[in-house]
């Protein structure tokens, strides 16, 4: 596969119209449909389902369409970090953070870096631990912040001195809000929106002891804005 056949592709799933993605690519209609069915046979696949006006990905598309986000991304940065080699510092940091306090220290430590080396771009990723370490592993992401327990045996880590708190997020009208702290026989029998890192809840089923049975589990989700709307 070609990363330029891969653009192709990427750019048809997008506007789901081979016209306007021809138009857009700035080549024909008759060679971007040619090359999209040279990688379907490349790939032993069905990769659109076709229709007269409209043209929508197959499972197997959809598949392709997140690992080819994965590898065109990759090739971009790539070329950008070799293409910007100069005296001074220059170049993309793409950086995994959670929802953290940590994240107010690392905002300082960007803030410091970017006063000596200005033309240094960054990207910030969204996500849990989980999913940070798997695009570390991947070579999407160049450092991460994580949250214990995870496994970081094989990477170069240092701790930042924020001590991330557990907490309980509830509605001013709740009977929990008043507290200072919360027990887990606070909890027993309230509908609770849990993270979704299988670790973390583990470690907060022992947490919640001889109440672990009795606690509610109705959701889960991975970042904390939209379980707070919830």
């Known amino acids: ?64 369409k997140r690992r080819a986000e994965e590898i065109v991304s990759l090739a971009d940065k790539t070329e950008r970090e070799f293409s910007q080699r100069e005296e001074n510092l220059v170049g993309e940091l793409v950086i995994g953070s959670g929802e953290l306090q940590s994240s107010q220290f690392l905002s300082l430590l960007l803030a410091s870096f970017h006063k000596k080396n200005p033309q240094v771009y960054y990207e910030i990723y969204s996500g849990n631990s989980d999913n940070i370490k798997e695009r570390i592993e991947r070579g999407i992401l160049d450092l991460g912040l994580l949250v214990e327990p995870v496994d970081i045996s094989r990477y170069e880590f240092v701790r930042l001195p924020v001590k991330e708190e557990w907490g309980v997020l509830v509605n001013e009208n709740s009977e929990l809000a008043g507290k200072e702290t919360v027990t887990s026989k606070d909890l027993v029998n309230t509908p609770l929106i849990m993270t979704k890192r299988e670790t973390l809840q583990k470690e907060l089923k022992n947490w919640f002891g001889i109440y672990s ?18």
């Open 213 to 230: 049975e009795q606690i509610e589990v109705v959701a889960n989700g991975n970042l904390l804005y939209n379980m707070a709307i919830m």
């Open 1 to 64: 596969m070609e990363i330029r056949v891969l653009k192709y592709f990427l750019m048809t799933a997008r506007e789901e119209n081979i016209t306007k993605a021809a138009a857009l690519l700035h080549i024909t209609q008759p060679t971007l449909s040619r090359q999209l069915i040279q990688l379907e046979e490349e790939l032993g696949v069905k990769l659109f389902h076709r229709s007269k006006h409209r043209i929508i990905l197959t499972d197997d598309g959809m598949l392709l």
